[in-house]
C-alpha cells in the first residue's frame, strides 16, 4: 500500500512560481505513473499533469500547458510540480496520484487510472 504525502502549497501573488511536492513511500515512483490533480470545492476534480512510469512522454491538462513542469526524483522517490506564471484560476487543492501500470495520453486524465491519492495541498494565488 502506497503513501502519498503531497508539500509545498501556499498563498503567491498572479505571476509568481511554487514547486509542489509527493513524497511516496511504499512503492517506487520508478515503477509508478503518477499524476497531479486539482479541485476546487464543489466541482469536479480537474487533470492536472502525469508523468508515465517510464519517463516518456509527459501529459498537461489544457489550462497549465507551457506553465506547468511535472518531474520526480528517484533516489528521494518523490514527485514535484512546478508551477509557473500562476493565475488565479490556478487556486486549489492539489492532488498527488500514484498508477499501478503505465499510462497513454488517454489514460492520464482519467482520475480511474490512479490507485492511491494523496490527501492535498493548499495553493492560492492572488490577484
Known amino acids: 500500500q502506497a503513501q502519498l504525502v503531497e508539500s509545498g502549497g501556499g498563498l503567491v501573488q498572479a505571476g509568481g512560481s511554487l514547486r509542489l511536492s509527493c513524497a511516496v513511500s511504499?512503492?517506487?515512483?520508478?515503477?509508478?505513473?503518477m499524476g497531479w490533480f486539482r479541485q476546487v470545492s464543489g466541482k469536479e476534480r480537474e487533470f492536472v499533469a502525469a508523468m508515465p512510469w517510464n519517463s516518456g512522454a509527459m501529459f498537461y491538462g489544457h489550462s497549465v500547458q507551457g506553465r506547468f513542469t511535472i518531474s520526480r526524483d528517484n533516489a528521494k522517490n518523490t514527485v514535484y510540480l512546478q508551477m509557473n506564471s500562476l493565475k488565479p484560476e490556478d487556486t486549489a487543492v492539489y492532488h498527488c496520484?500514484?498508477?499501478?501500470?503505465?499510462?497513454?495520453?488517454?489514460?492520464?486524465?482519467?482520475?480511474?487510472?490512479?490507485?492511491?491519492w494523496g490527501q492535498g495541498t493548499q495553493v492560492t494565488v492572488a490577484s
Open positions: 511504499g512503492r517506487a515512483v520508478t515503477s509508478s505513473s
Open positions: 496520484a500514484a498508477s499501478r501500470g503505465n499510462l497513454i495520453s488517454g489514460d492520464a486524465p482519467r482520475e480511474t487510472s490512479y490507485h492511491f
